[in-house]
């Protein structure tokens, strides 16, 4: 049967490239769309009409949106190459720390991102907080998902080249290497795994859109209170 | 030391959910009341990043995150009453809800619940919005997982009765019959399945909880 398999994203979203990762780790042939978030196309707003966002995963003509899911599909529908370990209590851990990055190392970094004076003091302290569980779950292991790139890699993998985009645009170092080794070190062998190095975003665009975004924050602290 | 242990909470919801599905799979389990204003040491062991419940113990390895325990009991004890289903599309698609259930719908309707005046409309308007689509997805089905309870409606525990307890206490009416027969009929169904009624927190201490947090939400 002839497979087809679309994938809507952005150049720049860390969501649609975790997408992107598993597709080209399985060997799955695909083709891609890079969305104008200013300008949605009608096959977005029509696949994904709940959230009208990317990631998309359009197989076969049906679509799967929320890049966790669609994660844990192309893992369970493309058996090669598995992203989940077999055992059930190891599988309930990848999607604890899968679940974690989303629901609190995101938000954290976020907000120490776009904060500014005190709030931002206070919200990297948090970030470091935060920061430091990945540290501790790191110990003994290669990835998070053990000897090789499992679920919470993809699900994390976006601080491999973003941190350095935001420590950039703020001035600011979150993931010290004396702090956090066995991030730091994870961060740059995930950074340069195959498949992985091959489809980093251009930095220099990153931080020129990251710059932007941050810019309503900055002028809105700015404002006379 | 029994082999399932669930560290809980009497009126959670998310608590509950992991009952529900024990409860289905006829797993025998030892449930541990949790006080939040005095976690156990053992709670905040088996939890140190979170601290909350539910905790899932078994053969002395601890599960948090209900949506996370749901997926482990259901491939752990997957002999009977499957709370996925087969196909992978369809699983993705019970995913999908169940997210959307727990980071949209639950929010929404606890704020419309427990809004200021003046923030109530537009609480209220985001959390029918959210109702619909439940109500668009469950179409003629019995239930979100078809005629048996799945993942979906395990998740909607909120919906089928924490809710109308709450609309009770604070005098706000989101999920009616009018507006949305379908999810009413659902959440009727709901609580009268043999594997959730036995798990539900008691209505009245429940309500008379809801009431006592309404009284002292309207003082101020």
Request: glycine share 6%; hydrophobic share 40%.
């Amino acid at each position: 049967m002839a497979e087809e398999v679309k994938l809507l994203k952005t150049w720049s979203s860390p969501f649609g490239l975790r997408a992107f990762w598993i597709l080209k780790l399985k060997g799955v042939q695909f083709d891609f769309i890079d969305e104008d978030l200013s300008n949605k196309s009608p096959l977005l707003l029509q696949s994904n009409p709940v959230y009208k966002k990317v990631p998309v995963l359009i197989h076969n003509g049906k679509p799967i949106s929320e890049s966790l899911v669609i994660l844990e599909y192309v893992d369970e529908t493309w058996k090669q190459n598995p992203l989940l370990p077999e055992d059930p209590y190891e599988r309930a851990r990848a999607r604890f720390w899968a679940k974690f990055g989303d629901d609190k190392v995101l938000a954290s970094i976020w907000n120490a991102f776009i904060k500014q004076g005190k709030e931002q003091e206070e919200a990297i302290g948090l970030a470091i907080e935060t920061l430091k569980f990945l540290e501790e779950e790191l110990k003994g292991k290669r990835f998070f998902g053990g000897e090789k790139i499992g679920l919470p890699d993809l699900a994390l993998g976006w601080l491999a080249n973003l941190i350095g985009v935001f420590e950039e645009v703020i001035g600011v170092k979150l993931i010290e290497k004396e702090r956090f080794p066995l991030l730091s070190a994870w961060m740059q062998e995930f950074a340069e795994a195959p498949v992985i190095k091959e489809s980093w975003p251009p930095h220099e665009k990153l931080v020129t859109k990251f710059r932007a975004m941050r810019e309503p924050y900055v002028a809105a602290a700015a404002q006379p209170k | 030391m029994a082999q399932v242990q669930l560290f809980g909470l009497w009126g959670s919801p998310f608590s509950c959910r992991v009952e529900i599905a024990l409860k289905l799979k006829g797993v025998e389990y030892e449930y541990i009341e949790e006080d939040l204003s005095n976690k156990s040491p053992l709670l905040l062991q088996y939890n140190p990043i979170h601290k909350k419940v539910p905790v899932l113990v078994h053969k002395r390895k601890p599960i948090a995150e209900s949506l996370v325990i749901l997926e482990y009991i259901d491939e752990t004890w997957n002999e009977r009453n499957p709370i996925l289903p087969h196909d992978p599309y369809e699983r993705a698609t019970a995913r999908f809800w169940a997210k959307f259930i727990d980071e949209k719908c639950i929010f929404a309707l606890w704020k419309a619940c427990w809004s200021e005046e003046k923030e109530r409309e537009e609480a209220a308007r985001e959390a029918c919005e959210h109702l619909q689509t439940l109500e668009d997805v469950l179409k003629d089905k019995r239930f979100f997982g078809g005629d048996m309870i799945g993942l979906v409606d395990i998740v909607a525990n909120f919906m089928g009765f924490w809710l109308g307890i709450i609309e009770e206490a604070t005098g706000v009416k989101l999920l009616t019959e009018e507006k949305y027969p379908k999810l009413y009929k659902w959440s009727e169904e709901f609580v009268n399945c043999s594997a959730i009624k036995e798990n539900l927190p008691p209505r009245d201490k429940l309500l008379a909880y809801m009431r006592a947090r309404y009284g002292v939400s309207i003082t101020y």
